[in-house]
């Protein structure tokens, strides 16, 4: 068994559309950023390369290389977790955090967890998307940005047996 942690923060901006888990989310700000921009499957990607020791997610889809432009990060999600199934590891659950005052997500939960899911191939309930706010302080809180943290368990592997 392993762990992973990531962490993945985007400026909000006018003029963009809003994405976390691969669902778009109604709001007058988009987050910015070379794909989608979306924090939640950032983050998750991140826990899930550094799980299995192989790098982050700059080094395997660099901002600045036109392929990715505007990419949905699902598309990123997948291509991760074939990785990571390509060196015979499983995911055992996914626990994440959204921190944003503005909106709420609480509605926009369960549909998060079942494209995350289904992107991975794995069951919604080892999928875990929790909201949170900063209370007004920081950036988030003055709602510059929103902010996601996730940590991972994977199992198997090229450790496995050992």
Partial sequence: MRAGIGY???PLVEGRRLVLGGVEIPFEKGLDGWSDADVLTHAIIEALLGAAALGDIGSH????DPQYQGISSLALLERA???LAGRGWRIVNIDATVVAERPRLRE????MRQRLSKTLGIDTGQVSVKASTSNGLGFVGREEGIATCAIVMIEGGENEGL
């Fill in 8 to 10: 993945d923060v985007h």
């Fill in 81 to 83: 977790g074939a990785l």
């Fill in 61 to 64: 889809f660099p901002p600045g």
């Fill in 108 to 111: 926009h939960i369960d549909a």
